[in-house]
């Protein structure tokens, strides 16, 4: 120990003489440090190819996100992806089957993407200018005379009655696909323009635009479906609309098959939005890390197998 301690330049004190055998003598700190110091320089392993794909997408994806100003590639890309391959299965049946009557799917769903443009650019105006002017208003208002667009896509399963057997269920599943990316395009664009009441207004009324915003919405697709209205009427009957509209919502009971219609259509989109929303909130995934040494060991006190699995993160 002494011929030690020399050799580390006196940085531990000689410990004395009545040391017995069989004990360790004290390591160094000088020593320690040195010790851990060159553990913490081992170069780690070269990340796999994959992990390597993956930051790249990673930071694409927030390359995107900054030049949009908002968080919506990751959501945007899978609505492009699936309304491509909507509309490429629309166009394969027409060159290849025949069926040339379906173009009316890719129309609707090209009507659903507007909203989300007017949203997208009603919440830069917000996010840069406030939520006044002319400017802002105007968006706003397109972005509401056009949301129903969205969710109207789902009546379309309508086209299914009177369908033979074999078109039957192939062309259920395609007006689905159509309906569910216009309603996620349509979720996406409702959640731009909550964020900008809540963010002004607070937690309620934000909810409160999101439940008059489906009873609005399902009026507009009741009247698009059942009285044969368009967002462009709106510009030249303005009246027409509004009167078609009361008698539609004076009588909301379930006698009343079109005004039951309404409110059920009125609850979809919300309950829909609330789970979208959710989705969209929810923890992110993770790659699972190694499991940390358990038991008296190597664990925390406490750690020990045999008390069962702890809490689930």
């Not at 003598?25 to 070269?46: F, H, K």
């Not at 919405?217 to 368009?230: D, H, K, M, P, T």
Request: some cysteine; overall charge neutral.
């Amino acid at each position: 120990m002494s011929g030690a301690a020399r050799s580390l330049g006196g940085a531990v004190a000689k410990p004395p003489d009545s040391t017995r055998d069989g004990e360790t003598d004290q390591i160094p700190m000088t020593l320690l440090t040195r010790i851990m110091t060159e553990d913490s320089q081992v170069p780690s392993p070269a990340p796999a190819p994959a992990r390597l794909g993956r930051i790249a997408w990673e930071e694409t994806l927030n390359w995107a996100d900054a030049q949009l100003g908002v968080r919506l590639a990751r959501v945007l890309l899978p609505c492009v992806a699936a309304s491509l391959a909507a509309t490429g299965i629309v166009t394969v049946e027409m060159f290849f089957g025949g069926r040339h009557r379906q173009w009316y799917l890719v129309l609707n769903l090209g009507l659903a993407w507007i909203p989300l443009g007017f949203a997208w650019l009603a919440w830069r105006r917000a996010a840069t200018t406030g939520c006044k002017g002319p400017a802002f208003w105007g968006l706003s208002a397109a972005w509401l005379l056009f949301f129903p667009n969205a969710p109207y896509i789902l009546t379309d399963l309508v086209h299914l009655l009177g369908k033979s057997l074999p078109h039957y269920w192939p062309d259920m599943a395609k007006i689905l696909l159509f309906g569910i990316t216009g309603m996620m395009t349509g979720m996406l664009s409702l959640q731009l323009m909550h964020g900008v009441v809540a963010s002004r207004r607070g937690w309620i009324q934000g909810w409160g635009f999101v439940a008059a915003v489906s009873v609005l919405a399902s009026i507009g697709v009741s009247l698009g479906r059942f009285r044969r209205w368009n967002s462009w009427d709106a510009l030249h009957d303005p009246q027409g609309i509004l009167r078609d509209a009361f008698d539609l919502t004076r009588s909301p009971h379930v006698q009343n098959p079109t005004g039951w219609f309404f409110l059920l259509l009125a609850l979809l989109i919300f309950c829909s939005y609330g789970m979208f929303y959710a989705l969209r909130y929810a923890p992110p995934h993770e790659e699972p890390s190694p499991p940390a040494p358990t038991g008296p060991a190597g664990g925390k006190p406490g750690d020990d197998p045999a008390a069962g699995p702890g809490p689930e993160v």
